[in-house]
């Protein structure tokens, strides 16, 4: 019997329009280009302005950008994940709005979270679904409104996080193509590090907790930097020796696009040269769920079938791991 393997077969995407420039930032908080640039490699990120629009508007509009791009019919969608850090509201799932509205009427759809890594943990649930035998299309969202909390008054985290939202379709391969191997792993004993304080069950909303600007992300950035650099460099080593694969066998680098710097470090561990990395951090900032898939569609016309890829993420908890993937089709 042939072997089931999930393979990504389409990628679609969505940022929204407003362009907030490190310019613009010098007029809201103490920060300037060079400074900003220099420390992260970032020189614009979208911004979601759309009166009472949440993720779910980036989610859908990225799911219907697949859609498009594929000639699917949504009904044919068996499962609708969205990985994000900002659902539209608590407890009504995101993904199952956003399931309905994109008419995958025959899908069932859930939300995952675990901060920046949440696309690369959906990506290892996905292929799961799809290795079992059970479900042929699995549709994986990763879309976040980091603008919904983010404090514009804070320097240390306004110049980071951007909105948007990319997805992925996973379907059966039998040519061995597609996922290959994962190696993810979290610690508990980082969550105290970046975190938002308030709005869950430990401290409910309040009048006090809004004054206090305790809904907005806060992060102890020397340490966060210092453990997502160790974290993603050793993971995507492991996970290129765990695979026998050298640099000349890794054709892409798929990192998380939190920092400029901690991306440099990863592909210097693996030693991969620049030109095989994926970077678009500069344009878009961090979009925490959203970088993943971003990544894949603004390189997907540079993809070739058989092409194999390191994905690496880290993310608050503390989140992380790799994926080592073989690309499924060419795009051109």
């Given at each position: 019997m042939t072997k089931i393997t999930a393979a990504i077969t389409a990628v679609g995407a969505y940022i929204p329009e407003y362009v907030l420039t490190n310019k613009i930032l010098e007029t809201m908080v103490d920060t300037n280009d060079e400074w900003i640039t220099t420390r992260t490699g970032i020189k614009e990120r979208r911004i979601l302005k759309k009166e009472?629009?949440?993720?779910?508007?980036?989610?859908?509009?990225?799911?219907?950008?697949?859609?498009?791009?594929?000639?699917?019919?949504?009904?044919?969608?068996?499962?609708?994940?969205?990985?994000?850090?900002?659902?539209?509201?608590?407890?009504?799932?995101?993904?199952?709005?956003?399931?309905?509205k994109i008419g995958a009427t025959n899908a069932f759809a859930f939300d995952l979270q675990a901060a920046c890594s949440s696309f690369l943990y959906g990506m290892s649930t996905a292929a799961s679904y799809i290795q079992s035998g059970r479900y042929k299309k699995v549709l994986l969202i990763g879309a976040d409104k980091m603008s919904s909390i983010v404090d514009y008054t804070d320097r240390s985290t306004c110049i980071i996080f951007g909105d948007g939202a990319g997805a992925i379709l996973f379907e059966p391969n039998e040519e061995g193509l597609g996922l290959q191997d994962e190696y993810l792993r979290s610690d508990g004993n980082g969550?105290?590090?970046?975190?938002?304080?308030?709005?869950?069950?430990?401290?409910?909303?309040?009048?006090?907790?809004?004054?206090?600007?305790?809904?907005?992300v806060i992060q102890d950035g020397k340490t966060v930097f210092k453990f997502a650099v160790s974290k993603m460099a050793d993971i995507s080593a492991k996970i290129m020796e765990d695979n026998n694969l050298t640099n000349e066998d890794?054709?892409?680098?798929?990192?998380?696009?939190?920092?400029?710097?901690?991306?440099?470090?990863?592909?210097?561990?693996?030693?991969?040269?620049e030109s095989k990395v994926m970077v678009n951090i500069q344009r878009y900032g961090n979009t925490t769920?959203?970088?993943?898939?971003?990544?894949?569609?603004?390189?997907?016309?540079?993809?070739?079938?058989?092409?194999?890829?390191?994905?690496?993420?880290?993310?608050?908890?503390?989140?992380?791991?790799?994926?080592?993937?073989?690309?499924?089709?060419?795009?051109?």
């Amino acid at each position: 019997m042939t072997k089931i393997t999930a393979a990504i077969t389409a990628v679609g995407a969505y940022i929204p329009e407003y362009v907030l420039t490190n310019k613009i930032l010098e007029t809201m908080v103490d920060t300037n280009d060079e400074w900003i640039t220099t420390r992260t490699g970032i020189k614009e990120r979208r911004i979601l302005k759309k009166e009472g629009a949440g993720t779910s508007y980036l989610a859908i509009k990225a799911a219907k950008n697949l859609l498009a791009k594929k000639n699917l019919d949504p009904k044919e969608i068996d499962l609708v994940i969205v990985a994000t850090a900002t659902p539209d509201m608590p407890v009504a799932s995101t993904a199952v709005y956003t399931a309905t509205k994109i008419g995958a009427t025959n899908a069932f759809a859930f939300d995952l979270q675990a901060a920046c890594s949440s696309f690369l943990y959906g990506m290892s649930t996905a292929a799961s679904y799809i290795q079992s035998g059970r479900y042929k299309k699995v549709l994986l969202i990763g879309a976040d409104k980091m603008s919904s909390i983010v404090d514009y008054t804070d320097r240390s985290t306004c110049i980071i996080f951007g909105d948007g939202a990319g997805a992925i379709l996973f379907e059966p391969n039998e040519e061995g193509l597609g996922l290959q191997d994962e190696y993810l792993r979290s610690d508990g004993n980082g969550r105290d590090f970046l975190k938002i304080d308030a709005g869950g069950s430990i401290l409910p909303a309040s009048e006090e907790t809004v004054k206090n600007k305790q809904h907005t992300v806060i992060q102890d950035g020397k340490t966060v930097f210092k453990f997502a650099v160790s974290k993603m460099a050793d993971i995507s080593a492991k996970i290129m020796e765990d695979n026998n694969l050298t640099n000349e066998d890794v054709q892409w680098l798929v990192p998380h696009q939190a920092n400029k710097r901690i991306i440099d470090a990863t592909a210097r561990r693996m030693g991969v040269d620049e030109s095989k990395v994926m970077v678009n951090i500069q344009r878009y900032g961090n979009t925490t769920s959203g970088t993943l898939p971003l990544c894949l569609h603004d390189y997907e016309k540079q993809l070739k079938k058989g092409d194999n890829l390191i994905f690496a993420a880290f993310g608050g908890g503390f989140t992380w791991g790799a994926i080592y993937l073989k690309w499924a089709y060419n795009s051109n």
